[in-house]
Protein backbone atom coordinates (compact mmCIF):
# COMPACT_ATOMS: atom_id res chain seq x y z
CA UNK A 1 0.00 0.00 0.00
CA UNK A 2 0.82 3.27 -0.91
CA UNK A 3 0.52 6.57 1.86
CA UNK A 4 0.79 10.01 1.61
CA UNK A 5 0.46 12.01 4.73
CA UNK A 6 -1.28 15.75 4.79
CA UNK A 7 -2.11 18.50 7.04
CA UNK A 8 0.86 20.23 8.37
CA UNK A 9 1.55 23.37 9.07
CA UNK A 10 2.80 26.25 11.51
CA UNK A 11 0.56 27.03 14.12
CA UNK A 12 0.79 28.63 17.62
CA UNK A 13 0.40 26.54 20.60
CA UNK A 14 -2.75 25.58 21.82
CA UNK A 15 -4.02 25.13 18.21
CA UNK A 16 -5.18 22.68 16.34
CA UNK A 17 -4.50 20.36 13.51
CA UNK A 18 -6.07 17.55 11.74
CA UNK A 19 -3.33 15.21 9.87
CA UNK A 20 -4.73 12.59 6.82
CA UNK A 21 -2.96 9.83 5.44
CA UNK A 22 -4.41 8.60 2.44
CA UNK A 23 -3.76 4.92 1.14
CA UNK A 24 -3.44 3.88 -2.68
CA UNK A 25 -3.43 0.31 -4.06
CA UNK A 26 -4.62 -2.59 -1.58
CA UNK A 27 -7.18 -1.34 0.40
CA UNK A 28 -6.27 0.44 3.66
CA UNK A 29 -8.75 -1.61 5.70
CA UNK A 30 -6.24 -4.79 5.79
CA UNK A 31 -3.88 -2.47 7.48
CA UNK A 32 -3.55 -1.22 11.09
CA UNK A 33 -2.53 3.03 10.42
CA UNK A 34 0.07 4.56 13.02
CA UNK A 35 1.58 7.92 13.23
CA UNK A 36 5.58 8.44 14.15
CA UNK A 37 6.73 11.62 14.20
CA UNK A 38 10.21 12.62 14.08
CA UNK A 39 12.19 16.01 15.69
CA UNK A 40 15.35 17.67 14.39
CA UNK A 41 17.94 15.63 15.81
CA UNK A 42 15.95 13.13 17.35
CA UNK A 43 14.90 9.67 16.64
CA UNK A 44 11.79 8.81 14.83
CA UNK A 45 8.54 8.24 17.64
CA UNK A 46 5.42 6.55 17.71
CA UNK A 47 2.55 8.49 18.23
CA UNK A 48 -0.74 6.86 17.55
CA UNK A 49 -1.79 3.83 15.97
CA UNK A 50 -5.28 2.66 15.07
CA UNK A 51 -6.64 -0.83 13.91
CA UNK A 52 -8.98 -1.45 10.90
CA UNK A 53 -11.95 -2.85 12.69
CA UNK A 54 -13.29 -1.74 16.25
CA UNK A 55 -11.65 0.83 18.11
CA UNK A 56 -8.42 -0.48 19.49
CA UNK A 57 -5.89 2.21 19.69
CA UNK A 58 -2.77 2.94 20.99
CA UNK A 59 -0.72 6.15 22.14
CA UNK A 60 2.18 7.54 23.52
CA UNK A 61 1.67 9.11 27.08
CA UNK A 62 2.71 12.41 25.96
CA UNK A 63 -0.10 12.94 23.59
CA UNK A 64 -3.30 10.97 25.76
CA UNK A 65 -6.05 13.25 25.83
CA UNK A 66 -4.85 16.03 23.29
CA UNK A 67 -4.27 13.64 20.24
CA UNK A 68 -7.32 11.38 18.74
CA UNK A 69 -6.75 9.00 15.78
CA UNK A 70 -9.08 7.74 13.26
CA UNK A 71 -9.82 6.34 10.31
CA UNK A 72 -12.14 6.08 7.12
CA UNK A 73 -12.10 3.14 5.44
CA UNK A 74 -14.46 3.82 2.84
CA UNK A 75 -12.24 6.56 2.10
CA UNK A 76 -9.02 4.73 2.68
CA UNK A 77 -7.68 7.28 4.97
CA UNK A 78 -7.00 7.68 8.35
CA UNK A 79 -6.67 10.94 10.14
CA UNK A 80 -4.79 12.40 13.57
CA UNK A 81 -6.80 14.61 15.33
CA UNK A 82 -3.86 17.29 17.57
CA UNK A 83 -5.09 19.23 19.85
CA UNK A 84 -3.81 21.48 22.25
CA UNK A 85 -0.50 21.45 20.09
CA UNK A 86 2.41 22.45 22.22
CA UNK A 87 6.33 23.15 21.31
CA UNK A 88 7.26 19.99 21.72
CA UNK A 89 5.11 18.83 19.02
CA UNK A 90 7.45 19.92 16.68
CA UNK A 91 8.27 17.39 14.00
CA UNK A 92 7.89 15.79 10.60
CA UNK A 93 4.87 13.23 10.34
CA UNK A 94 4.49 10.49 9.25
CA UNK A 95 2.03 7.45 8.50
CA UNK A 96 2.75 4.01 7.83
CA UNK A 97 0.99 0.56 7.49
CA UNK A 98 1.16 -2.39 8.97
CA UNK A 99 -1.03 -5.71 8.33
CA UNK A 100 -3.80 -5.83 10.66
CA UNK A 101 -3.51 -9.41 11.66
CA UNK A 102 0.04 -8.47 13.07
CA UNK A 103 -1.58 -6.70 15.68
CA UNK A 104 -0.63 -2.85 17.28
CA UNK A 105 2.65 -2.45 17.66
CA UNK A 106 4.67 0.78 18.77
CA UNK A 107 7.91 0.13 16.87
CA UNK A 108 8.23 1.47 13.78
CA UNK A 109 10.04 -1.34 12.10
CA UNK A 110 6.96 -3.07 12.46
CA UNK A 111 5.47 -1.08 9.44
CA UNK A 112 6.31 -1.99 6.29
CA UNK A 113 4.37 1.34 4.25
CA UNK A 114 5.44 4.42 4.99
CA UNK A 115 4.42 7.87 3.33
CA UNK A 116 6.47 11.03 3.07
CA UNK A 117 5.94 12.95 6.01
CA UNK A 118 4.32 16.38 6.56
CA UNK A 119 5.62 19.07 8.57
CA UNK A 120 4.21 20.37 11.68
CA UNK A 121 5.48 23.19 13.33
CA UNK A 122 4.23 24.81 17.00
CA UNK A 123 5.61 28.00 18.00
CA UNK A 124 5.34 29.15 21.63
Known amino acids: VQLQASGGGLVEAGASLRLSCTGS????????VGWFRQAPGKEREFVAA????????RYRESVKGRFFVSRDNAKNTGHLQMNGLKPEDTAVYYC??????????????????WGEGTLVTVSS
Open 25 to 32: GPPLSSYI
Open 50 to 57: IEPVGDSR
Open 96 to 113: AARRAYLGLTSISSGYDS
